[in-house]
């Protein structure tokens, strides 16, 4: 089994400094893992993933994270927050699940970004 | 490109009355297809999810039902709504591909009240 945690529920940033989301993770496997972001009443958009290639993982929006298999973590970075960057992030790693098989996703329970102005 | 659709985007709907809301993909073939639920203040709960026409598999017992009658076409269904039930409802798909390396790319949503 897998699971997921968010350290943080809420976190708060002033604009144009630096941005990171924790999260630590749980799994049996070696993981694939994922950030998306969700902005208010939206769905959701996947911004990196990891599936055992880099261990440091470029997404869209000058957002990365850093997989540490140590550390089971997974943290989310931006070297300089945007006000467009307040949203809801969402850590996730993927189900083990044999192919043919629809894979499943275990959701960490969020993390709310403010940026301040 | 694949986009993904969902209808409505808002839907308020008295208690006892029947629920249908519907996922469209275009601009791929057999995916695998996906209904979440996103309660206020909770995290994302997955309720059903689809491998091909017809094969549907439940994660959670519930008063809703899934159906999937063409291979890009997702429905969430319910003959009689519960207040429980109110939620943002979240589609996604993922493409089939060996090795398990797929990814979910989540719809607009739709916001489910029910009163």
């Known amino acids: 089994a897998q699971s997921v945690t968010q350290l943080d529920s809420h976190v708060s940033v002033s604009e144009g400094t630096p941005v990171l989301l924790r999260c630590n993770y749980s799994?049996?496997?070696?993981?694939?893992l994922f950030w998306y972001v969700q902005h208010p009443n939206k769905g959701l958009q996947l911004l990196l993933k990891?599936?055992?290639?880099?261990?440091l993982v470029k997404g869209i929006n000058g957002f990365e994270a850093e997989f540490k298999k140590s550390e089971t973590s997974f943290h989310l970075t931006k070297p300089s927050a945007h006000m467009s960057d307040a949203a809801e992030y969402f850590c996730?790693?993927?189900?083990?699940?044999?192919?043919?098989?629809?894979?499943?996703?275990?959701f960490g329970s969020g993390t709310q970004l403010t940026v301040l102005p | 490109s694949q986009t993904i659709h969902q209808w409505p985007a808002t839907l308020v709907q008295p208690v006892g009355s029947p629920l249908s809301l519907e996922c469209t993909v275009e601009?791929?073939?057999?995916?695998?297809l996906y209904w979440y639920r996103q309660a206020a203040g909770r995290g994302l709960q997955l309720l059903f999810y689809?491998?091909?026409?017809?094969?549907i598999s439940s994660e959670v017992p519930q008063n809703l039902s899934a159906s999937r009658p063409q291979d890009r076409q997702f429905i969430l269904s319910s003959k009689k709504l519960l207040l429980s039930d109110s939620g943002f409802y979240l589609c996604?798909?993922?493409?089939?591909?060996?090795?398990?390396?797929?990814?979910?790319?989540f719809g607009p949503g739709t916001r489910l009240l029910v009163l």
């Open positions: 996604a798909w993922s493409p089939r591909l060996a090795g398990g390396q797929e990814t979910q790319y």
């Open positions: 799994s049996s496997y070696s993981p694939s």
């Open positions: 990891y599936t055992s290639a880099a261990t």
């Open positions: 996730v790693v993927r189900g083990p699940l044999p192919f043919g098989s629809a894979r499943q996703l275990t």
């Open positions: 601009g791929t073939s057999n995916p695998n």
């Open positions: 689809s491998v091909g026409i017809g094969q």
